[in-house]
């Protein structure tokens, strides 16, 4: 499976900022499909995931960003209102035909795309 991240760039605090995350090479509707970011000097953390009945969210963003699938384009998105400055990050997304939720254990990781959410 091969992933390919996108839509990632500066945005003001407030505002919104929709990423993406498209999948090849495997039938993407058979999926667990997450979303994690890594900040600078920080680990790696779980944002959101996505199986067949809805997202699951970090408390961190839960209701500010919202995930969501289009099988028809084998694509994940991660709609992110009101982003906030500590939102600042490498967002990636993963996949993985039995790993769902804050699992880091996703087999398969796309390249990253960069949010910087300024003040």
Known sequence: VQ????GGGLVQAGGSLRLSCAASGRTYSSLFMGWFRQAP???RE???SIGWSGGYYADSVKG????SRDNAKNTVYLQMNSPKPEDTAIYYCAADPNIRGSSDRYSYWGQGTLVTVSS
Not at 3 to 6: E, F, P, R, V, W
Not at 64 to 67: P, V
Request: glycine share 8%; net charge positive.
């Open 41 to 43: 000097g920080k680990e």
């Open 3 to 6: 992933l390919q991240a996108s």
């Open 64 to 67: 500010r960003f919202t995930i």
């Open 46 to 48: 779980f944002v959101a």
